[in-house]
């Protein structure tokens, strides 16, 4: 008898997840049906340039048909519930999917409409987001206007897809205005719930020091309550006010609301999943992949890329009946763009935190941990290429999908020699 795959969202993790699998799965005995409510597959990491005009819109977007393996079915509609005990799954359209195992893989999404004020007159006016196309582009054009004044980065709550993004953005934004010879006009700042730059004690000493050297101020433990569109003031529950001329905010992040209506979600819709195999807590035949699940690891393509290696080779286990055996260890790597054409590299898990030192390999790399190279940031401009023609194809990559010690420095003293590549300036 048949057995039916279905995977709730085509983006990143979906999409690799859908193609490895087909190429794997016996077509007599699966098949694999992925369901997303449009053929727009968006590369994300290309919306943080968008706004300092390197890449086009339309670099950024194809059909999802045309990267998802011919034998894989797409469907397009909107999820509206899950119903777990008959195996099915309900589209807002009336249809109903029925499965032998569901991979939830719907991502994250920024919710503006959470926090007051946010989605107001100023909205697109002079409140930005870059986590959307139409967001990014919109800032494109704000900043293309502004030459002088308060431009305020905001981070309104954790987690969030991709967290370094803001400080990329940040970084960007800084090197762009001091390219137009507008940095002496424009009091940069940078407004986060955290209380130093990232989450990470090492990683937030180094991206802390790199705001102190820009001149980036630098606005810690800020809770948002509201925002004051017509004053253009951010409102902290502990009622500090930061005013800003231009706000790019990232809203809080959310998972799908039907994950919420089926009863499957956390307080933020994220489905509750063992951080090791991705297998709901509470149905065996339910996954989640990608920004979907609760892990404790960074919300990140990188992480979607490694954790469905580990899952695509446990389902192809539990396809034929034997037990899970491989284990996710929540590795995470991200490109920090930090300006002037250069870039941080940061390698993590569940245990280690970013460390410096080389990666992939011990003394030769090619590229540097913690420290500011244009490798790294040409690493990151060639990513796109390796997403579109590697990554979600499901190609095997020539890198372990668990993070490997191997080139990390531990000693900290060491590896403080250089976190600037100072031949290259
Ligand atoms: C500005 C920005 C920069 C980034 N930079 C990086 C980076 O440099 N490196 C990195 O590793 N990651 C980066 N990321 C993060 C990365 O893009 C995401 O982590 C990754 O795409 C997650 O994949 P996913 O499959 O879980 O979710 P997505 O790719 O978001 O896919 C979820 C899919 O589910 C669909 N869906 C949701 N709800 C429904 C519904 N009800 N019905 C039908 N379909 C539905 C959506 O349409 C979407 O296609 C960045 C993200 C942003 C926004």
Known sequence: MTRNLLILGAGTAGTMIANKLRRALPHDDWTITVVDRDDRHLYQPGFLFVPFSDHS????????????????????????RVDPDTKSVELQDGRVLTYDYLVIASGTTPRPDQTPGMLGDQWRTSI?????????????????????GRLVVHVTEMPIKCPVAPLEFTFLADSWLRERGLRDRVELVYVTPLSGAFTQPIASARLGAMLEERKILLEADFLVESIDGEGKVLRSYDEREVPFDLLVTVPLNMGADFVARSGLGDELNYVPVDKHTLQSTRY???????????????????????????????????????????SFDGHANCFVESGDGKALLIDFNYDTEPLPGKYPLPLVGPLDLLKETRANHFGKLAFRWVYWNVLLPGRPVPLPAHMS???????????????TDKEEE
Not at 299 to 322: C, P, Q, Y
């Open 57 to 80: 819109p339309a670099e950024l977007v194809r059909s999802r048909r045309s990267v998802l393996h011919e034998g894989v079915d797409l469907l397009l509609g909107e999820v509206d």
């Open 128 to 148: 930005f987001d870059f986590y959307t196309l139409a967001g990014s582009t919109a800032l494109a054009e704000a900043l293309r206007e502004f030459d002088h």
């Open 284 to 326: 065996p035949d339910i996954f989640a992949v990608g920004d979907a699940s609760n892990i404790p690891a960074s919300k990140a393509g990188s992480v979607a890329h490694f954790s469905a290696e580990i899952f695509t080779d446990n389902f192809l286990r539990l396809a034929e009946g034997r037990p899970m055996t491989g």
């Open 405 to 419: 010690m191997v080139g990390k420095v531990l000693d900290l003293g060491r590896a403080d020699e250089g976190s």
